[in-house]
């Protein structure tokens, strides 16, 4: 079973908006990060954010981290349609292996 | 360059039949890495191999699936039997190291995938 759950699954935006998606998980985790699927496509890993951090950015990305909720936030500002791909977190847990546990993904989508 | 691959990218069998799917890592990459994503969901972690070791197979959903990496390089997931619901796209990552709670975090690096249909 999955660790995390997204929200929104599907959203719809213009190109020049930001886009906001959230991740919440369940057990403690030693990092958070986040990965982009183009369709067909393998996964990219765009940022990771640590359990003792509250906020990172990377270029047009701003990630946030609240342990006391279990959530996490991908902020993308100024998208662009090339930003069009599913979105997933994915958490490492306090185990022997660096496996993910991925969330269930949203889907976004930015019109020209 | 040279990143993960994995062939074949499309593979459709008949229920019942064995399959053998392939994952060529990223060269001197010591983790490796097997996920399972059905249609509309996210990865779902398989099996861990450190080197040729296989450290954590506890992803593995049934005794008909089983993977090796026998020279610590290239890596095969075999599934027996194939039923429908093992229907997905195979993910293969590899990284560098083996992260250590220090917090050295060794990215993971995603293959295509493999298209599995059952039929």
């Known amino acids: 079973s999955q660790q995390g759950e997204e929200d929104p699954q599907a959203l719809s935006i213009q190109e020049g908006e930001n886009a906001t998606m959230n991740c919440s998980y369940k057990?403690?985790?030693?990092?958070l990060q986040w990965y982009r699927q183009n369709s067909g496509r393998g996964l990219v890993h765009l940022i990771l954010?640590?359990?003792?951090?509250r906020e990172k950015h990377s270029g047009r990305l701003r990630v946030t981290l609240d342990t006391s909720k279990k959530s996490s936030s991908l902020l993308i500002t100024a998208s662009r349609a090339a930003d069009t791909a599913s979105y997933f977190c994915?958490?490492?847990?306090?185990?022997?292996?660096?496996?993910?546990?991925f969330g269930t993904g949203t889907r976004l989508q930015v019109f020209p | 360059g040279a990143g993960v691959s994995q062939s074949p990218r499309y593979k459709v069998a008949k229920r019942g039949q064995d399959v053998a799917l392939r994952c060529d890592p990223i060269?001197?990459?010591?983790?490796l890495f097997w996920y399972q994503q059905a249609l509309g969901q996210g990865p779902e972690f398989l099996t861990y191999?450190?080197?040729?070791?296989?450290?954590?197979k506890s992803g593995l959903p049934s005794d008909r699936f089983f993977a090796e990496r026998p020279e610590g390089s290239v890596s095969t997931l075999k599934i027996q039997r194939t039923q429908q619901e093992d229907s997905a796209v195979y993910l293969c990552?590899?990284?560098?190291?083996?992260?250590?709670?220090?917090?050295?975090?060794?990215?993971?690096?995603f293959g295509p995938g493999t298209r599995l249909t059952v039929t």
């Open positions: 057990t403690s985790i030693n990092n």
């Open positions: 990552a590899s990284s560098l190291a083996f992260v250590d709670r220090t917090g050295n975090f060794y990215e993971q690096y």
């Open positions: 994915a958490s490492t847990v306090l185990t022997n292996t660096d496996k993910l546990i």
């Open positions: 954010i640590r359990s003792n951090e």
């Open positions: 060269s001197g990459h010591v983790s």
């Open positions: 191999f450190q080197n040729e070791a296989q450290l954590d």
